[in-house]
């Protein structure tokens, strides 16, 4: 999927963890956003020759757990969160990351969720770059923030 679609759902997904948690909207649509897009950080390692931009390990459950583990002892430790905090938020960067992960296994390219228990890789019927599926995905992101109240009503159609 295209950089602003991982974006969305990330940030989504953020928004969500804020209403059944009572936590910052804004820091957790924030952090969302950042972790639904940090799986393909790997692009700049592809570029180097490094690393395979979709590889297993950017983009697997194993490591969204990862960024948890990490996210979690650094928001503690390093940004003073509070404990409650701190779970939430590698809660949230594990379950934003993943959501990168499932929107990619709808593509063409897919990705080896399961690794590195399985090298399967789970495969979709669309193209990264495909405009209207983006638009599609944006929109589901929009109308389930709208429907659960978070997007409040801003008129009459």
Do not use: Q
């Amino acid at each position: 999927m295209k950089w602003s679609t991982h974006f969305v759902v990330g940030a989504t997904v953020g928004l969500i963890f804020a209403k059944y948690t009572g936590m910052d909207y804004i820091l957790m649509g924030l952090v969302g956003a950042l972790f639904g897009v940090l799986p393909d950080a790997d692009v700049m390692l592809d570029v180097l020759g490094i690393a395979e931009h979709r590889g297993a390990y950017s983009h697997s459950i194993f490591s969204s757990i990862l960024f948890g583990i990490i996210v979690g002892p650094v928001a503690h430790f390093v940004f003073s969160f509070s404990l409650k905090t701190s779970v939430l938020l590698g809660l949230l960067a594990s379950a934003a990351s993943f959501s990168h992960v499932l929107t990619d296994a709808l593509t063409y390219s897919g990705v080896r969720i399961f690794w590195p228990f399985s090298k399967k890789k789970y495969r979709g019927f669309i193209r990264y770059n495909n405009i209207p599926a983006n638009l599609l995905i944006i929109l589901l992101c929009l109308l389930a923030l709208y429907f659960m109240g978070i997007i409040p009503y801003a008129g009459y159609f």
